[in-house]
């Protein structure tokens, strides 16, 4: 039997970023876990925000892959605000900056607040809230390639064995049953 966990991941992904998920959701296969999701494996019958929450309930670990779903060329950043010793203010933006998708904020806090082993994943670019380091002790890690290769296929495969240990022991512990 294959234990599920959430995977928080964008449903309309480019073929590029399609074939980075499919080497994660390997990585899954390759640990005895089943990949659940929003619009992927569990379609909803509630509000979506609920539905998240009633599939994260139902798993012992979870995913987080951070890929570009939103370009700015151009912006401003904390429009209006004053910089204040350790506070930076208002800052243009002048070189395209990608955002992901706002769902992996929402459902990381989820998985986070379940106490659930989460690993984090983030396209080149990609910061903010659960992307930030330091923001939760889990490591933040880059997308893999689709043509990942040996050491650092082997890299992934350790850090999916780490992490898949810890999604076994919430499993098996009486306590969350």
Not at 55 to 70: K, M, N, V, Y
Not at 158 to 164: D, G, T, Y
Request: charge should be neutral.
């Amino acid at each position: 039997m294959k234990i599920p966990v959430f995977v928080s991941s964008p449903t309309s992904l480019s073929p590029s970023q399609e074939a980075a998920r499919t080497v994660i959701i390997r990585q899954l296969e390759d640990n005895d876990l089943e990949p659940r999701a929003l619009g992927r494996s569990d379609y909803p019958t509630e509000l979506p925000l609920r539905e998240v929450l009633l599939i994260a309930r139902h798993c012992s670990g979870g995913i987080i892959l951070g890929f570009e779903q939103f370009r700015a060329e151009t912006g401003i950043s904390k429009p209006g605000v004053i910089s204040k010793p350790g506070e930076p203010g208002e800052k243009r933006i002048s070189m395209p900056t990608p955002f992901p998708t706002a769902w992996n904020h929402l459902e990381s806090g989820i998985l986070f607040g379940l106490r659930l082993p989460i690993l984090v994943f983030r396209e080149d670019g990609i910061t903010g809230g659960v992307f930030d380091n330091g923001v939760s002790d889990v490591f933040i890690h880059p997308i893999p390639s689709p043509e990942i290769k040996g050491s650092a296929k082997d890299a992934l495969r350790q850090v999916f064995q780490r992490w898949a240990g810890k999604v076994r022991d919430h499993y098996y512990d009486d306590r969350h049953a």
